[in-house]
């Protein structure tokens, strides 16, 4: 794997990171800032896809929010089948709760954290085994 595919794929691990990271301090906060929160759950999980994507070797820019679509394109590159409907769930927080086309419960934002820290931790263990635990990817 060269030195700058190992770069990108660190680079958005990082950012899913921080997305990840941001999610939990909106959670923490008083009062909860819970379509923020979301919102940052479903960008670290895209994030982490497509650092996933990168590893398979799927170097076309990925132009979606989509997670559905994402994992489908890792099943389609040699990647495992992935749970479908907590993608599904993550990716409705993609665009509304940036804007006023709706409600984000602060359930569903404690359930957005649940399912992305999973499809991160998935994502994490899969990519470093395409690129044999290298610390530099």
Sequence with gaps: MDKWLRE???RLQGIGDEDLAV???CLEATPAMVRSAAFHC???AEKHLKAWLLALGELENQLTHSLPDLAADIEKHGGPQ???EPLKFLTKFA???RYALGHVS???A???LAEAKQVVETARQAVAALTGGDEDA
């Design 23 to 25: 999610a939990r301090l």
């Design 8 to 10: 990108s794929i660190r």
């Design 95 to 97: 665009v509304a709760p």
């Design 110 to 112: 404690e359930e957005a």
């Design 82 to 84: 992935l749970a479908y």
């Design 42 to 44: 479903q960008q670290a």
């Design 106 to 108: 602060l359930p569903e």
